[in-house]
């Protein structure tokens, strides 16, 4: 989405560290939009746009890895799956199963998933899917908000040389246009946090 004109672009690096099993149980960071939002003062935002980033900066160039899974040891027989998940949101949510694009309050969703065969001798085969469901798709005018927003994430199996007992990061970026809020958008807000 390009920026308009009365759009503000935030950016925030948040870290997040995963165990020697390749797992991250749901953690957040917030991002802090005091400077933008005030229930008191009818301040909000419109956010327009939300994009996510992985980074690892125990790499040379600090991406994120195309392999979730590690080979096994030569010969071995094995099925891997590694996972991802990504979301933004103005609730924090216990379990990272609740969090779905029909869950209230969640702005965007991203998952990455791998699954690695590997067949001995007769070689290996993976299958990797990215999904996105962003703002523009969920919520085409922007999603008001009058508070801070919180980035989840949670990881699972992710095994790969360098990403097990490693911290990594995420970068965020947010398209968002401030706007004057309403009762009838504090109402609505309201409404859809009740939705399920």
């Not at 309201?190 to 939705?195: E, R, S, V």
Request: aromatic content about 6%; hydrophobic content about 40%; some cysteine.
């Amino acid at each position: 989405m390009a920026k308009g004109a009365n759009d503000i672009i935030l950016r925030d690096r948040l870290q997040f560290d995963i165990d020697a099993n390749g797992d991250t149980a749901l953690v957040y960071g917030r991002i802090d939009l005091s400077d933008y939002v005030s229930i008191v003062e009818n301040k909000g935002l419109a956010i327009k746009e939300v994009r996510f980033m992985l980074r690892d900066p125990n790499t040379r160039l600090g991406n994120w890895p195309v392999l979730l899974v590690d080979n096994p040891a030569p010969g071995v027989v094995a099925l891997n799956h590694a996972q991802v998940k990504v979301f933004a949101s103005t609730t924090a949510y216990e379990l990272v199963t609740d969090v779905g694009t029909a869950s209230p309050n969640v702005l965007c969703v991203y998952t990455q998933s791998q699954t690695a065969t590997f067949d001995g001798p007769n070689g290996q085969s993976i299958i990797r899917q990215d999904e996105f469901f962003g703002t523009p798709d969920l919520h085409p005018e922007g999603y008001d908000v009058v508070t801070d927003l919180l980035i989840g994430i949670a990881c699972d199996g992710l095994t790969a040389t360098p990403l097990a007992s490693n911290t990594c990061e995420i970068d965020v970026m947010l398209i968002a246009e401030p706007k004057k809020i309403t009762q009838k958008d504090l109402t609505q807000m309201l409404t859809q946090a009740q939705d399920l």
